[in-house]
């Protein structure tokens, strides 16, 4: 079974600073999808970034991109420029290529520093 | 921008009691998921159903579960006879495909068992 490891329950960082969000993952599969997902006060995951395991090149969103380390299944989200509106809970997840399922880390708190 | 929207947002039930959760998913989506997080743990997948069926479900999905979509539009989660640990915020998500698609998340519906 696939597992998800979040070692970092709380962050914080200074606004206008940047930030990374570690992630480590267990799988023997080859072909897989990793994400990140935001959980706003609002409660509403929202998708971040995702990144697929058969690419080599790390996914980028505008302020949000990954570090996707594939054999030491590793996949960290660096935020840069920080804003207010990116305090939240952070969760990394994973899904088999061809199954819906996702299995989410434990989560990661940011806190934004003003 | 469409959205899945989950109604009650919050739900206070009697231990045995029966509860449904109802959802509505992204109209254009097909494939649809229940996911569950006890407060202050990681979220965790219930369900997923397509074409009218389950397609996976996980340990936690015992009898006491059930899934219906009784119209082209609502998506529901049954829990019979409650139990105190059933307590937990329940949140659906819908998909146009498996894995290489976004899964949009509802605001999640609170239950509380007493």
């Known amino acids: 079974a696939q597992t998800v490891t979040q070692s970092q329950p709380e962050m914080s960082v200074q606004e206008a600073e940047t930030v990374t969000l570690s992630c480590t993952y267990d799988?023997?599969?080859?072909?897989?999808?990793l994400f990140w997902y935001k959980q706003p006060p609002s409660r509403q995951m929202i998708l971040v970034i995702r990144q697929e395991a058969y690419k080599q090149q790390n996914a980028t969103e505008n302020r949000f991109s990954v570090n996707f380390q594939k054999a030491a299944k590793s996949f960290s989200l660096k935020i840069s420029d920080s804003q207010l509106g990116d305090a939240a809970m952070y969760f990394c997840?994973?899904?088999?290529?061809?199954?819906?399922?996702?299995?989410f880390g434990t989560g990661t708190r940011l806190t934004i520093i003003p | 921008e469409p959205e899945v929207t989950q109604t009650p947002s919050h739900q206070v039930t009697q231990m045995g009691q029966e509860v449904i959760l109802r959802c509505v998913p992204i109209?254009?989506?097909?494939?649809f998921y229940w996911y569950r997080q006890i407060l202050g743990q990681k979220v965790e997948f219930l369900v997923s159903f397509y074409n009218n069926e389950i397609s996976e479900k996980s340990e936690i999905f015992d009898d006491q579960f059930s899934v219906e979509r009784p119209d082209g539009s609502n998506f529901t989660l049954k829990i019979r006879s409650t139990k105190l640990e059933d307590s937990a915020m329940y949140f659906c998500?819908?998909?146009?495909?498996?894995?290489?698609?976004?899964?949009?998340f509802g605001q999640g519906t609170r239950l509380t068992v007493v």
């Open positions: 998500a819908s998909s146009e495909r498996t894995g290489d698609t976004e899964a949009f």
């Open positions: 997840a994973y899904s088999n290529f061809g199954n819906e399922k996702l299995t």
């Open positions: 109209s254009n989506h097909l494939y």
């Open positions: 799988t023997s599969e080859s072909d897989y999808y």
